[in-house]
């Protein structure tokens, strides 16, 4: 990996992809960098339009208030719960069903294959959804935030087409070896399959993490995920029906705001670089020795 | 080979916990699985025949909504009380604001997991035709055991108003709040002690109005001394009565392009009226001369309104007095005094925006009227929000707690008058004093004892004023049929009428010269027929 590399004498070019880079990280950290300056400043210096990059008269006031926020910390406990348990659950279910389904010798492949993309344009609709829901008695439990989304479609073909891809030497040897198919998958197959796995994992644990929707109208209150408190503060305060003017009444101050949106969404960012080394990894790396 | 192992474990350990969470929270929630409802039902119904301290206490769900600006909290001062003295044992369903209708409508709609109350509704919108098919008690019907609400209805002399809520079946669907006075908790704010400074008089009248924002202008030339504060329905729907119209996105009536005529007691189409282009000749005006805020077009929210009249930038705005507190707070030059005053008087008397003194409120779901205690229920519910007791524990709290009464007077505790925040803040954050959602009897005098001097004396002085808020205008009662004629002609009424509203007011549109094209427009997209339907279906 970390091979010396001899260095060239730096040309214009260089210099200009460097700089169009750094912009870009910019762009992308520059915003992050401001919501924390705001939730770190004081009312006074935000409505006099004088906080910037950095915090003007520093005070944790915003973040006193979001922790005693009746259950917020219960709330965050339950989105992390959630993201766990329901990426654990994806990633095992989307194995078996990838797996299965990369052997095109099975028959009936090509039908399920169909199936999936079907689903994948069409959907129920939200009230059959909820009625089934409901009907499989997984309303009020956690299983309602988990079970219904443990297989997405579009991260199934991602890691079908994965699947195919490992050269069938491999699983031939592996056989030779005296494995079955379970073992292959276990011992051949997941473990040079692990950067379709971080990516998947990532997709799936940044959709567990954010879903504030199915939380909404399948859970009670004590299992709300902490998504559904940032949409509350953030635009809390839209108002339906009667008294045109609530709305533009009461509102929540920015400093408020941006605490939230820093709590919550940090933990989600900081597990992107931790899973980037898989990311790089090649595809088979170690398996056919040259 | 250990990693792989350990993945597994951690799989199997995520479904054996969530399994068990499963189980404790269906225990928990005796809503779906447990038969405890008809279980405490019939128990109740015995007790009854008991002596009255062996009673258990009644046990019901209830949907509350839920805004982050006063979150709620069960151990509230007047949760505990309400359910301490009406011997009630609530399980509030606590929803944020945002979500409140989504999560109510799939209730309605599916008729599971829905609570034995649902707070804060009526039955505009989807909830008519909800109402219509079935899906939620008519509670007009059970009238013989809402005692404490006819009561306060007649007390507060709203019988016509409550017969304005019936739907097309004759019957009303939901307890609504209610009101003896409407407030006048917002409207025209400006800096009064610019006024001193530049000696000008406080605004009676719109062109009193334009002379003050122009002494402002010319003295502080970089200025746009009005502004608005989300979008410019704000500023219509509080300045447009003046005008004798109400149109755009929160117009009166919901029609957003027709007005009511409240001699006449029929629609006409307001937006192609002549009050209407006098109302943009005003405010274009301003726009011209640069008094009004060129940024009006997209949402100001708070934060940015709070700026431009914190700095300096805007001197005057159409809000609420709620607001002015952050504001003055955070200004820094000196002497800087906000100030709300009084409904100016435009070509057709001095209105503010109209109100309604009826308010969302108690609805039941269909499912509840199963219940076998549901006549003990329903008589429960009027008890705790409309009984004279009941009401007063939701707007002041518990008696020797957070108030006690100096002969009619009301005194609140110090902790609370001496509280930085104000004695209606305070009341509303410590003790669930005060919340839009539980509070459904709404007297105005006793309301005003919770702000300062200087708000209750504005509010007198519109009191007295003539007919300063008007009645929000009838609803039409149009059947399914109707009403999706209705709803496919007002869509694109609406969308001309915005563009052009706002080709008006900025000046890319002449009022002299384009006016007859305008009104062409509106007339090709029928808004004569609309109206039509609108006069129609009035309740004769």
Redesign the interface.
């Known amino acids: 990996m970390n091979k010396q590399r001899k260095y060239r004498p730096l040309t214009i070019g260089d210099v200009l992809i460097n700089a169009f880079m750094v912009l870009v990280v910019l762009i992308c950290f520059v915003p992050f960098l401001y919501m924390l300056a705001l939730s770190l400043s004081s009312?006074?210096a935000?409505?006099?339009?004088k906080v910037s990059l950095f915090p003007v008269g520093l005070n944790f006031e915003a973040y006193h208030q979001i922790f005693t926020?009746?259950n917020f910390f219960k709330a965050y406990g339950n989105t992390i719960?959630y993201t766990?348990?329901g990426t654990?659950?994806s990633l095992?279910m989307s194995a078996l069903f990838a797996y299965a389904m990369s052997k095109r010798f099975l028959k009936g492949h090509k039908l399920v294959m169909m199936l999936i993309v079907f689903s994948m344009f069409f959907s129920g609709g939200?009230?059959p959804t909820?009625?089934l829901i409901?009907d499989l008695?997984l309303?009020?439990?956690?299983?309602a935030m988990?079970l219904p989304f443990a297989l997405n479609q579009f991260n199934l073909i991602i890691l079908i087409n994965f699947f195919r891809a490992i050269p069938a030497e491999i699983e031939e040897a592996a056989i030779i070896d005296g494995l079955n198919y379970f073992g292959i998958l276990?011992r051949v197959i997941?473990?040079l399959s692990t950067p379709a796995l971080a990516t998947i994992g990532l997709y799936t644990a940044v959709f567990f993490w954010n879903d504030w929707f199915n939380g909404?109208?399948y859970l009670?209150?004590?299992?709300y995920p902490v998504m559904?408190?940032l949409?509350?503060?953030v635009?809390?305060?839209?108002?339906?029906?009667?008294?045109?003017?609530?709305?533009?009444?009461?509102?929540?101050?920015?400093s408020i705001k941006s605490a939230v949106i820093i709590t919550s969404t940090l933990p989600i960012i900081i597990l992107y670089p931790l899973l980037q080394r898989f990311f790089v990894a090649g595809l088979t790396v170690g398996s056919v020795k040259g | 080979m250990f990693k792989k192992k350990s993945a597994f474990l951690a799989l199997s350990f995520v479904m054996l916990t969530s399994s068990l969470v499963a189980c404790s929270s269906k225990n928990n929630n005796g809503e779906s699985a447990s038969p405890s409802p008809s279980a405490s039902a019939s128990s109740s119904s015995q007790a009854s025949t008991t002596p009255e301290n062996a009673e258990k206490p009644l046990k019901f769900s209830l949907f509350y909504s839920d805004n982050a600006t006063l979150p709620f909290k069960e151990d509230w001062l007047v949760v505990q009380e309400v359910e301490k003295r009406f011997n009630v044992d609530i399980d509030f369903e606590v929803i944020p604001i945002a979500d409140y209708q989504t999560k109510v409508s799939l209730a309605l709609n599916t008729g599971n997991n829905a609570p034995d109350v649902i707070l804060y509704q009526s039955t505009k919108g989807e909830n008519a035709s909800l109402a219509l098919n079935g899906a939620i008690v008519p509670i007009s019907d059970y009238s013989d055991w809402t005692p404490n609400f006819n009561a306060k209805v007649a007390e507060f002399g709203l019988e016509k108003d409550l017969a304005d809520l019936n739907l097309k079946d004759g019957k009303r669907y939901y307890l609504p709040s209610l009101f003896d006075k409407p407030f006048y908790d917002g409207g025209l704010i400006l800096r009064q002690d610019l006024l001193a400074k530049y000696g000008l008089q406080a605004p009676k009248t719109f062109d009193d109005l334009y002379n003050v924002l122009k002494k402002f202008k010319a003295e502080n030339p970089d200025s746009y001394p009005l502004t608005i504060l989300a979008g410019p329905r704000v500023l219509y729907r509080m300045t447009m009565p003046s005008f004798g119209i109400s149109v755009g996105k929160n117009g009166a009536d919901g029609s957003r392009t027709l007005s009511w005529d409240y001699e006449k007691q029929t629609y006409f189409p307001g937006a192609i009226s002549d009050q209407y282009k006098e109302y943009m000749k005003f405010f274009s005006k301003l726009y011209a001369e640069g008094l009004l805020d060129p940024e009006m077009a997209d949402p100001i929210d708070g934060d940015k309104w709070s700026t431009k009249l914190a700095t300096g930038k805007s001197f005057a705005s159409y809000a609420y007095y709620d607001q002015i507190g952050g504001v003055e707070g955070a200004a820094t030059e000196a002497g800087f005094d906000l100030q709300m005053f009084p409904p100016l008087e435009g070509p057709a008397g001095a209105h503010h925006q109209q109100k309604s003194r009826t308010g969302a409120g108690v609805m039941f779901p269909k499912k509840t009227a199963d219940r076998a205690d549901f006549e003990q229920l329903v008589k429960k519910i009027d008890e705790i929000f409309f009984s004279e007791e009941g009401s007063k524990i939701w707007g002041l709290g518990a008696e020797g707690v957070t108030y006690t009464m100096d002969g009619d007077k009301i005194k609140y505790a110090d902790e609370i008058v001496n509280s930085p925040n104000g004695i209606y803040k305070t009341m509303q954050l410590n003790y669930g004093a005060g919340s839009d959602v539980t509070q459904l009897v709404w007297v105005n005098a006793r309301e005003m004892t919770k702000y300062d001097e200087n708000y209750s004396q504005i509010n007198a002085t519109v009191a007295a004023m003539k007919d300063p808020i008007q009645a929000i205008p009838p609803t039409p009662m149009f059947d399914d049929m109707t009403a999706e004629e209705a709803a496919s002609l007002q869509t694109p009424l609406y969308d001309t009428f915005e563009v052009w509203a706002d080709g008006f007011l900025t000046g890319k549109k002449s009022l002299d010269k384009d006016w007859d094209k305008y009104v062409k427009e509106m007339q090709m997209l029928q808004i004569d027929r609309f109206t039509q339907m609108y006069n129609d279906n009035l309740k004769k």
Not at chain 1, 46 to 49: A, E, G, K, Q
Not at chain 1, 139 to 143: R, S
Not at chain 1, 220 to 223: G, I, K, L, M
């Open positions: 009312p006074e935000i409505i006099n339009n926020y009746p719960f766990a348990g654990l659950i095992f939200l009230i909820y009625l409901s008695n309303t009020g439990t956690p299983w988990l276990q997941l473990p909404l109208i009670n209150t004590q299992q559904l408190f949409r509350n503060i635009n809390g305060t839209a108002m339906v029906g009667d008294g045109a003017g609530a709305a533009d009444k009461s509102t929540i101050a920015m």
